[in-house]
C-alpha cells in the first residue's frame, strides 16, 4: 500500500529527495509506525506534510488514526505541517473507493480530498510559508510606505521651457507682425486679430511661469 502512494506521489510531481520514509530523521521523538511519509522541502529543510497509509479500515478506526497522525504532524512542523490519512482499499470496487485521502492536521474535522485536489508539491510549499508567516504574528515583510508629493509640487517640478513654448510662439507672431508694419508697412494681422493674439500669449503664459518662478 504504501509503496503504492509513493509512486502516486512521483507520478504527481513530488521530487523524490522531498518523500523520507523514515520519520526519526525528521523527528526523533516520533515513532516510525506513526507515519508513512513525511514531505520536506529539500532545499530548506521545512516539514510540509506527513502522510499516514492505512488499510479498508473502518470510521473509528480512521478517525483514531487521523487524531494520532495530527498529533504527529504537530509536534514535527506545529500548524504549519499538513497531515492526511490515506485510506486503501484495493478491493473496493469503485476506483474512488481503493485510494481515500482524508486530510487531518491543521484543520480539527476530517476533511476528505480527492487525488485530483489533493495538494501538489508547490502547493504543500506555499501553505508552509503562509502558516509560517501567520504564526510569526503577520511579521513578515512590511509594506513600503510611499510618501508622494503634493499634486501643486509635482506640477512645480516638471514645469519647465515647454510649457511656456504657446506663449512665446504666439508673442513672436505678434511682433514680428509689429515690426513688419513698422518697416516695411505690411500687417500679417489686423488690429483685432493682434490684440487677440496678445491676450492669447499672456493667458497661456503666465499661470505656466508663475508656477516656473515658485519653483
Known sequence: MED???KFLVQSGFP????VTDITAVHHGANSDEASFVIVDP?????LAVLKVVG????ETLIDQSALLAEVASAIG???TQGFVVRV?????RDAEQVQFYRCHPNTELQQVTARTFPDFDSLKVSYKLMAAKSAGGSATAPEIIDFAEEDDVSTANVGIGAVMPGITLLILALADWALGFLKGME????????LLVGAAVLLSLPATLRYLRN
Not at 500679417?188 to 490684440?195: E, S
Open 4 to 6: 503504492l502512494i509513493y
Open 43 to 47: 532545499h530548506s529543510t521545512d516539514p
Open 56 to 59: 479498508p479500515v473502518n470510521a
Open 16 to 19: 523524490r529527495a522531498s518523500i
Open 188 to 195: 500679417l494681422f489686423n488690429v483685432t486679430q493682434a490684440i
Open 78 to 80: 506545529g500548524r504549519q
Open 89 to 93: 482499499d484495493l478491493k473496493a470496487k
